[in-house]
């Protein structure tokens, strides 16, 4: 079965850092997701991205997130820098053209910024 | 906007007792319906989907999940749970649009299985 994978598994980084969050999505997939979930919180929707330009974004992609796909395989988010309340797990997922088969999701990233 | 509600935050039960999640949502056009479950320390992972069809649908592991659509429900279900049951299980809705949409999901219900 296709996996969706991140890298690394676990990142600590001092606030006000930036830090890229990487994902290797499933290669004949054309639609990728980031997602946060914050500690005990639900799991919520940061950024998708279609056809090498964001299609959709929350209010919590703000100017200090930016995705990239810089070479036909990675697909990254980078936070510029990193406030205390950017600690969370990231899931990157990703999807066909059609909604019919579902997403596929990373195991994550836990992101502690101290 | 998209909204989903799951109203059982905490659940706990018994192995072999019979299992039931609540989940509601809010939005006025067609929606595709999923249930996601994450095992401690791990990813999310797809239980079952509703696209279309017979509202009674069967997933892995013994899971089904039926849609009312006068409800707006999609609640989850398991006659008989086991202690690998221990999960936290998310509700999640997009648009169907006919392309990939986003995901909207639920606050999640923490499933405890006890001995």
């Known amino acids: 079965e296709p996996e969706v994978t991140q890298t690394p598994s676990h990142q600590v980084t001092q606030m006000g850092q930036e830090v890229i969050l990487r994902c290797v999505p499933i290669s004949n997939h054309l639609y990728f997701y980031w997602y946060r979930q914050i500690l005990g919180q639900k799991v919520e929707f940061l950024v998708s991205?279609?056809?090498?330009?964001?299609?959709?974004k929350s209010e919590i992609f703000d100017d200090q997130f930016s995705v990239e796909r810089p070479d036909g395989s990675n697909f990254t988010l980078k936070i510029r820098s990193t406030k205390l309340e950017d600690s969370a797990m990231y899931f990157c997922a990703s999807s066909g053209l059609s909604d019919v088969r579902g997403y596929t999701f990373g195991s994550g990233t836990r992101l502690t910024v101290v | 906007a998209q909204s989903v509600s799951q109203h059982n935050h905490h659940v706990i039960l018994s192995e072999a007792a019979s299992l039931e999640l609540g989940c509601n949502y809010s939005?006025?056009?067609?929606?595709?319906l999923f249930w996601y479950v994450q095992y401690p320390g791990q990813h999310l992972q797809l239980l079952l989907k509703?696209?279309?069809?017979?509202?009674l649908v069967k997933g892995i592991k013994g899971f089904e999940a039926e849609f009312i659509k006068s409800k707006f429900s999609f609640n989850l279900r398991k006659p008989s749970v086991q202690w690998s049951d221990t999960a936290e299980y998310f509700c999640a809705v997009n648009r169907r649009t006919g392309t990939a949409s986003k995901l909207t999901f639920g606050t999640g219900t923490r499933l405890q299985v006890t001995l």
């Open positions: 991205f279609y056809n090498n330009e964001i299609s959709e």
């Open positions: 509703y696209f279309s069809g017979d509202p």
């Open positions: 939005y006025g056009g067609t929606v595709n």
